[in-house]
């Protein structure tokens, strides 16, 4: 599948090979180009390789979409709630791999997902799909950006260099590719801001989960689980510069339905709210936040867009502090699984809601110790059942450091629901988990 | 009598349209002369015109599509010299809808509120909007016993560009071309139910903009 789009690729490169991130405007025509190219190979290996019905589209079916406009689609949890926001990083990061900055990268994944839910495929235009893949797509596709221009190192060199681009190559695929026809795997030169994060907090654990109902209705299953999180920049340290120069990634994998979780929440907007050289540091900041939660008991998730202040009260001279957060959020649309969902095979609601989360945590440069918080969400379904529904999940986490980077962690959480139907009695459970966790923790600071 | 008086409505917004479009080149050439960019600061504009909306649900096979008057409010700020954000407010009403052919007993009224972002490629007036938020719907029908109404809540979505005319330092005249999505859920009403309901209304509208 690499060589054809490489080849393409290689067709529409107007520009000669730069050096690593030379100074230069956007190249604005081979972001269009690409984004183009993305929906028209993605169409035509899925009709022809793969024979899928749904690709077969053609002007016929253009035209019909044209005059029916958007529904709603019946697509599995995670193909709504995690492929389509990939497939979106796709169409953003054609942009930004194209030196067009995040703001103006914006429209590429939002006409990428218009006319790909136009012209892409046989079913009628999907508006959950077009949200999913036009802002998931723009909070995913920064983090898959900002995250792959850390591991690359066009400085390196040999095979440390190559491993590094290849490990960058499943979150930013597109820019990958851009780099390797542009020559810029082997390229020595400078690295883009993006590199260095300043401050970072990168924890991985790897250990056991136990949780209520995830391997049956009753009693208490036990699973594997590996969690990664990772904390780029840190909001104090950091003065506001650029969308993202500020995020947080949380992602946990389980043995019992592998991918469960994947949290990204990054800053398009920030300003201190009290004099910098104090020591008591409040500040506010708007992120968006894209959300993912799925396993056997609860599905819920989607794009959000959220205000609130972050404060930090130091404690002593080595780094150590008390910091807390609270955010009110909107959602652009959420899914929950719902049990009295009404549309065709789908088994969860869409809707836009609202919601707060708060957080209280003790850590040292930004790499937390004790984490307690929680959040509140209420979902108004506008497609499925007609419900409304209300997600309450709240935690504590704690992470004993026990030397050398690594550290034992234990975490409690509880999920919780209530689901009001109009035609269905009322629908409330409670999830409670814990975890046990080996961790690996590597951070670095830059006041 | 509602027909007639919608009617000569539309036919007046649609003389206000064509002579602001027939005098456009006029007026942006004013525009040009006055060497200033399109909007600075707080900035307000209010709008109306004729619009046709398109009703399509889950599993309908076809669409159903009617005109209706709408109007706007939109009040912002400007971010860059090219880049402005607002909240706009926008309405639709048709007093003689139907969810079939021929039917004109429903009273439908569709409402978005949305954050939108204006972007000015240049300083000549031109720009394309987009914008997410909430949207809202009432259908109501006469029934036997009074009316039955059915409201719904969700999503809003618009896109669309336009055009400022520059008349003076401080005012301007718009004109837009844009489109309202408005999802909001079932609409149930005496012997039918329409499940998922998207509107969207396609809208040429005028407005003035104080900015």
């Not at chain 1, 999907?126 to 995913?140: H, K, Q, V």
């Not at chain 1, 959420?334 to 609202?354: E, H, M, Q």
């Not at chain 1, 450091?401 to 409670?430: C, L, M, Q, W």
Request: net charge positive; aromatic share 12%.
């Amino acid at each position: 599948m690499t060589a054809p789009l490489l080849a393409v690729l290689m067709m529409v490169q107007l520009d000669s090979a730069p050096s690593p991130r030379s100074p230069r405007s956007p190249r604005t025509v081979m972001a269009i180009g690409q984004v183009a190219l993305i929906n028209t190979f993605v169409n035509r290996v899925d009709a022809l390789v793969f024979k899928h019905d749904w690709a077969r589209s053609g002007t016929r079916v253009w035209g019909e979409h044209l005059r029916l406009g958007w529904e709603w689609d019946e697509d599995a949890f995670t193909t709504n709630m995690f492929a389509h926001p990939y497939h979106g990083s796709l169409y953003f990061n054609a942009a930004r791999s194209n030196g067009v900055d995040f703001f103006q990268a914006v429209p590429y994944a939002i006409m990428g997902s218009w006319t790909w839910e136009y012209f892409g495929e046989k079913y009628r235009p999907s508006l959950n799909d077009w949200y999913m893949t036009s802002f998931g797509g723009i909070t995913l596709g920064e983090v898959f950006h900002r995250i792959s221009a850390t591991i690359r190192d066009n400085r390196a060199t040999g095979r440390g260099r190559t491993l590094r681009e290849i490990a960058a190559l499943p979150m930013d695929p597109i820019g990958s590719l851009n780099r390797l026809v542009r020559g810029e795997w082997r390229a020595r030169g400078v690295n883009p801001p993006e590199h260095d994060p300043g401050s970072y907090v990168f924890r991985i654990g790897g250990g056991a989960r136990f949780a209520k109902g995830l391997m049956a209705d009753s009693g208490v299953g036990r699973m594997g689980a590996m969690l990664v999180d990772l904390l780029y920049g840190d909001p104090f340290a950091t003065e506001y510069r650029s969308p993202f120069d500020v995020f947080g990634v949380r992602l946990m994998l389980s043995s019992n339905g592998g991918f469960s979780s994947l949290r990204a929440s990054g800053r398009i907007y920030g300003t201190n709210l009290n004099n910098p050289a104090r020591r008591a540091r409040h500040v506010l900041a708007v992120n968006t936040r894209y959300d993912f939660f799925k396993n056997r008991a609860q599905s819920v998730g989607g794009q959000s867009v959220e205000i609130g202040i972050n404060s930090r009260w130091p404690i002593g001279s080595r780094g150590y502090a008390f910091r807390t957060s609270i955010f009110g959020d909107g959602i652009l649309l959420g899914a929950i699984d719902a049990s009295g969902t009404g549309l065709g095979t789908r088994t969860y609601d869409f809707g836009p809601g609202v919601g707060a989360r708060w957080e209280f945590g003790f850590d040292r440069h930004g790499a937390r110790f004790l984490r307690v918080f929680g959040q509140l969400e209420y979902i108004h379904a506008v497609s499925g059942a007609s419900a409304d529904h209300i997600v309450d999940f709240s935690g504590i986490e704690a992470n004993i450091p026990i030397g050398r980077g690594f550290g034992i962690a234990a975490h409690s959480t509880v999920f919780h629901r209530t689901s009001r139907y109009s035609t269905a009695p009322k629908d409330e459970r409670n999830y409670p988990e814990a975890r046990l966790l080996l961790t690996w923790t590597k951070s670095g600071f830059k006041p | 009598m509602d027909q007639i008086r919608v009617q000569a409505l539309r036919r007046t917004i649609c003389g206000i349209a064509l002579t602001v479009l027939l005098t456009a080149p006029a007026w942006a050439q004013r525009a040009h002369r006055l060497h200033r960019p399109h909007r600075s600061g707080l900035w307000a504009e209010l709008g109306a015109g004729p619009g046709r909306v398109r009703i399509a649900c889950s599993g309908c096979t076809d669409v159903v599509v009617a005109s209706a008057p709408s109007g706007y409010l939109r009040i912002g700020g400007t971010v860059s010299e090219r880049v402005l954000i607002g909240v706009e407010v926008f309405s639709s009403l048709d007093r003689a809808f139907g969810f079939s052919r021929g039917d004109t007993t429903t009273r439908a009224e569709t409402a978005t509120a949305t954050v939108v972002v204006l972007w000015f490629p240049s300083r000549r007036g031109f720009f394309f909007k987009g914008g997410v938020g909430l949207a809202a719907g009432q259908f109501t029908v006469p029934g036997t016993a009074g009316v039955d109404t059915s409201n719904g809540g969700g999503i809003g979505l618009t896109f669309g560009f336009g055009w400022d005319f520059a008349i003076s330092r401080k005012v301007a005249i718009t004109t837009n071309l844009a489109a309202h999505v408005t999802a909001v859920g079932d609409v149930v009403l005496p012997g039918k139910r329409i499940d998922d309901v998207i509107a969207t209304m396609y809208q040429g509208s005028i407005g003035f903009t104080f900015r």
